[in-house]
């Protein structure tokens, strides 16, 4: 593996009531998060041609962990999301260079389709940064009940020459929503947004 | 005594393979489960609460077999453990105290009837509260290289009328401890203590 990993989390949540009602079945999601040392960190490296390698590895690995943690097989799964949080000795582009080249081909792969943009987010930051990744439908993007969001963190990352990668998945959207748009039933599947 | 009705549950593990020193042939691992309930004494004083602990029994049992299946399903894994809660603004923290009996037999039984005590802490706080839940040997407090620790929190919980109740359990020693004391292999445990 080219990813020097210290570290891996993941979180599960399930939501069971919100606002005294009570939500059958519980909506879930599930983030995997790897802590990985910045090979390009202290320094400026015009070719990110390694980390876009690594973000290719991280793929597979978290979306089958978060899949894996939601105890769901990977087609099953609703939305999903990426983000990375960059240690305070390295730059922006180097999340950009781990989220979008390649991560997306084998989430996908994890996930058997995902015709949608993967939503993503990214920042600088010390440790215990938080990191909100945005949700979205996997093979619709307009389906708007699953607009949504998941917060994780970790106290001790990323340290000064490491970066935080993060994908989330879900098996729902988010509870109680009512502010209409497109619905899950009228996916047509065919162009990622509708 | 009051039902307990549950608004959330999140299940986080670590997966610490090193931290700058060599990769550990074993990784050590750190679960949390956190169930957020709604606070029956939010609002007001309450002197009679005793009960409750009975009712937050299979609570109790049922977040320690969730750490258990997070760590994969044996409890014989399990060296360390710890409980925490945090109560939501319109609580005291003696409604946080309710969760000492319920949440630390349940370990104790559920791991064979471990002998140390269970490490804990707790607070009041808002929304997004972290705690750092203390963690010592399942059956010999002293053991130095287990003392630890895992910061956990939820970002929307607790609510004002809420409880945060956190279990949390290890299956080692600190990555790389080496600060001598009482070691693992040298438990006597008959007090629980050493």
């Not at chain 2, 509260?129 to 620790?149: E, G, K, M």
Request: hydrophobic content about 45%.
């Amino acid at each position: 593996m080219k990813a020097k990993i210290r570290k891996i989390a993941t979180f599960v949540e399930e939501t069971q009531r919100e606002m005294e009602r009570e939500i059958s079945p519980p909506t879930r999601r599930a983030a995997a998060v790897a802590v990985i040392e910045n090979p390009c960190a202290g320094k400026y490296v015009e070719d990110l041609a390694e980390l876009m390698a690594i973000g290719e590895e991280l793929g597979e690995l978290l979306a089958a962990r978060a899949v894996a943690a939601l105890g769901i097989s990977g087609p099953s799964a609703e939305s999903y999301g990426k983000a990375a949080a960059v240690g305070e000795n390295g730059e922006l582009e180097h999340a950009a260079a781990i989220l979008h080249p390649k991560l997306g081909i084998p989430v996908r792969r994890v996930l058997g389709k995902g015709a949608a943009l993967i939503p993503s987010s990214k920042k600088r930051g010390g440790m215990g940064v938080v990191l909100d990744i945005p949700l979205g439908h996997k093979d619709a993007a307009f389906v708007r009940s699953h607009f949504d969001g998941m917060e994780v963190r970790m106290n001790d990352a990323p340290r000064a020459n490491e970066i935080m990668v993060a994908v989330a998945v879900t098996d729902s959207g988010r509870p109680l929503a009512r502010v209409g748009g497109l619905t899950k039933d009228q996916i047509k599947g065919e162009d990622g947004l509708r | 005594m009051p039902e307990v009705v549950i608004r959330k549950k999140v299940t986080c593990v670590e997966e610490v393979f090193h931290e700058g020193g060599p990769v550990a042939e074993k990784p050590l691992r750190r679960a949390a489960a956190i169930v957020v309930i709604r606070n029956p004494f939010a609002g007001s004083y309450v002197e009679n609460i005793e009960g409750f602990m009975d009712d937050l029994k299979p609570l109790g049992l049922e977040m320690a077999h969730t750490l258990i299946a997070a760590l994969g399903g044996d409890a014989k894994v399990v060296e360390g453990y710890g409980k925490g809660a945090i109560v939501g603004s319109a609580g005291e923290i003696e409604h946080g105290a309710l969760w000492h009996v319920p949440g630390g037999y349940a370990m104790r039984d559920v791991l064979g009837g471990a002998k140390a005590i269970v490490a804990s802490t707790k607070k009041v706080g808002g929304p997004g509260t972290r705690l750092d839940v203390p963690v010592t040997h399942i059956n010999a407090s002293y053991v130095r290289s287990h003392f630890d620790a895992m910061e956990v929190g939820v970002n929307d919980a607790p609510r004002a009328d809420e409880i945060l109740l956190a279990l949390v359990m290890t299956t080692g020693a600190r990555v790389h401890a080496r600060v001598g004391g009482l070691k693992a292999s040298e438990i006597k445990g008959e007090d629980g203590l050493r």
